[in-house]
């Protein structure tokens, strides 16, 4: 079953290439549902085992929640899709990479296997660079040779800890070297490689300047695969599996540190996607911070969180799309009027924004509350301060966004773009979940301070 699950986005990229190009993102909407079905059915079993000549993927609680998160959102971006690519040849281009890089994501996540986590790592950088350089432009094509120069670079520094863990522990398999202790050079080999994929400072440049993609590629880079393959794999190699010998808070400081820098950069930004790219950049310090403090708690906020950010974060961008779509500029200064305009992609924009900064009853609360209660609990009050003013930038810069864009009046704009109504029912099913979710974990937990 696992085999099957990461095999059919590969079956369907290559089936796109033998059908008219108009059907490509029908085929690519009916794989990826599939997928998310299937993936369902691992629930009742999450310790799933599938072998392939040797090589083992597995299925765990971990592996599970961000298989069927990634896959979720994948969905409703090849949806959006559907609007947002209506007057373009390429969509079948998109429909193909998309695919692989979904593929690549589930192998990454139900992978045994140190080299084939790897591989699949690697062939998601590959689809990352085609994206980025979509419209193969020249300066298109500089911004995704310099996010696979860091990102390759990265994994190479990444993969030579690989090796030495094999010399620590004479074994490949995840399962068979959990509960080893490393040294902590080699959790810094692997943390290279985290922070080149997921954009954590000094290595962070590449995502913001990715946002030159069409939005749908963007979403994928920042809300269901690449970036958030570095955090599992931090959780999944240093969480689920190894332990580490050695003081390593100087990684849980830098991306403290990344997450304070980006949101202060997202504060004076006027580019629309990159202010959504420097919060990604922000929130992925945060997550990186949570996981490096090993503490219970502070990994189910990570979690939440994950969650939280990947839904929330899709909808910012996609409605930076629809913007895009609108206005012809992704200045936010020269946005404005569309409250009135468009009420319900001002909900949708307004509910995945609220998740993002992490204001109750929504998921994003959650999620951040328990990272901070867990440095308390960690006698760290400077790292919990520290995250704390990294929760008011991104209500600071978030409100920015809608303030200029939703709130400020305008002369009124006239526009009859092709393809919004499914654009917006896209955001819209992705602030509600935000905050349906947050509902939902309240209601188990006992109340908003049940945590």
Known sequence: MLFFIILLPFLGAVLTKFLNRKFSLFIASLITFCDLIFITFLTPNLKTISKLSGIIFFCDDLSFLFAITSTLVALIIFIYSFGYFKNEKEKNIFSFWALIFLGSMLGVIFSDNLISLY???????????????????????????????????????????????????????????????????????????VITKSATFPLHTWLPDASIAPTPVTAFLHAAVLVKIGIYGLLRIFWKTLSIDGNISWALYLGIISSLIAGFIALIEKDFKKILAYSTVSQLGFLIGGILLFNERAISGVLIFYMAHALGK???????????????TKDITKMAGIMKKMPETTIAYFLSMLSVIGIPPFLGFFGKINIIIATLENKMLLAGFLLIISSVLTLLYLWRTFKYVFISEKADIEFDYKGLEIMNISVLILGVFSLLLGLIYMFFKGGVFGY
Not at 144 to 173: H, N, V
Not at 314 to 328: D, N, P, Q, V, Y
């Open 314 to 328: 899709c909808g910012l961008f996609l409605t930076a799309g629809i913007m895009e779509k609108i206005f012809r």
């Open 119 to 193: 591989l699949f790592w690697e062939i998601a950088g590959l689809c990352s660079y085609r994206l980025i350089g979509f419209y193969r432009e020249d300066e298109h094509l500089l911004k995704a040779d310099k996010a696979f120069m860091i990102t390759a670079g990265g994994a190479g520094i990444m993969f030579l800890s690989f090796a030495y863990i094999y010399i620590q522990t004479e074994t490949f398999s995840l399962s068979e070297m959990t509960g080893f202790s490393v040294p902590s050079y080699i959790f810094l080999l692997f943390f290279i490689g």
